[in-house]
């Protein structure tokens, strides 16, 4: 087996609706109903430009197959101190969260010519933005 990629993140929250608008305000993602859940009150996907569901959100209420046996802890992160993501228009996005109000840190690491921006999401989990070369 290879891992080929991080396929999706899933974020348990009291606000789905609010969360939701979080990301697709700073990340420009599509808000999509998670498949069999219509209501994007307990339920929404977060796609990528090119339609990829990456981020999974829902309230606690919402079991999952795997948590009839084992029900899962819907409050915090957990072990995940945080989640990157490969971006690219870096301008743009520093002149956005900045025009939003948005707290963010700014890291550059020379040594491989990445530039990263950190901020956090409603739920507290952290986001690291990285800019290769961008």
């Known amino acids: 087996m290879t891992i080929e ?11 789905v609706v609010g969360t939701s608008r979080f990301f697709a305000d700073v990340l420009a993602m599509e808000i999509c109903d998670a498949p069999g859940i219509p209501d994007r009150t ?4 977060l796609c990528d430009n090119d339609g ?3 981020i999974h959100l829902g309230t606690a209420d ?6 009839q046996e084992v029900p899962v802890n819907p409050t915090g992160s957990g072990r995940i101190h945080h989640v990157a993501f ?3 228009g870096y ?3 520093t002149q956005k969260l900045t025009a939003q109000g ?22 507290g989990i952290l986001l690291e933005l990285n800019f290769f070369g961008d």
């Open 5 to 15: 990629a991080i396929d999706h993140i899933n974020i348990r929250t009291d606000d």
């Open 42 to 45: 307990l339920a929404a996907w």
């Open 52 to 54: 990829r569901a990456v």
């Open 62 to 67: 919402v079991c999952y197959p795997c948590e």
């Open 86 to 88: 490969r971006c690219s």
């Open 91 to 93: 301008k743009a996005m």
């Open 102 to 123: 948005r707290d963010f840190q700014f890291n550059l690491v020379e040594g491989v010519g990445l530039r990263q921006l950190f901020l956090s999401e409603p739920n």
